[in-house]
């Protein structure tokens, strides 16, 4: 259903269901939400989401009639408490993105819109169908696509329902790099290995600061700004790789 492997300092976490295409029901949300919490997670210090070649995932399971179905109105209102997984991986407190290639549809989209950025491979097809089966892009599901790709494509791409490539994905914003498949996955180790070797505390406060700006606005970011840069400057970190620069010139 997921396996996690550590690759030195970084774990993968690997969706493992090609024969549903790595669809998401409640208890791979389960695994997702244990292995993040795991220790192999825990002892690492970066996280890659990653699928098969066919799809890193085909969204939620519609063979289910219950899927995307409520029992009433008031039930579903009274029990709603946001996301458990979305939430837990955008605010995860070391660096998580996720590797696609493959088929990321519906809610198998919105997990790596959680991450810190996105890495794809060719075959890679990103759609958000929702609409189209009258719902919506839950949990500000359309919202965390404008974050990467701006207002009006993300409204192209929620009202319209269309496929979206590698290519195009790569154009618009929505990943940062397209590798080949047999690349991915080393490309994706490369990158968060060179994070990995970052100092632990500026990148936590960079990638908070992101966060909470967005939560909160630009005003409140830079106040908050100030107090994580004087803790910052304050770290032996900082002191050393100051050092080692000045040696270096």
Known sequence: MLDVRREGSICVLAFQREEKLNAISTDVERAMLEALAGPDVQESRCVVFAGSDRAFSAGADLKNPRTHSVESADQHLAGLRGSPVFDTIERYPKPIISAVNGYAI?????????????????????????????????????????????????????????????????????????????????????????????????????????????????????????????????????????????KRR
């Open 106 to 246: 519906g809610i198998g989209c919105l997990v790596p819109l959680c991450c810190d950025f996105i890495l794809a491979g060719p075959q890679a097809v990103f759609c958000l169908p929702q609409v189209s089966l009258g719902i919506l892009p839950a949990y500000g599901g359309t919202l965390r696509l404008a974050r990467f790709v701006g207002r009006g494509n993300a409204l192209n791409m929620a009202l319209t329902g269309r496929k979206v490539g590698a290519d195009e994905a790569l154009r618009m914003g929505m990943v940062v790099a397209v590798y080949s498949q047999d690349e991915l996955i080393p490309q994706a180790l490369q990158t968060m290995q060179a994070i990995a070797d970052m100092p632990v505390s500026a990148v936590r406060l960079a990638r908070e600061s992101l966060r909470l700006g967005y939560e909160g606005g630009l005003a409140a970011t830079a106040h908050a700004d100030l107090y994580r840069f004087m803790a910052l400057s304050q770290t032996s970190d900082r002191a050393a790789r100051h050092e080692a620069w000045r």
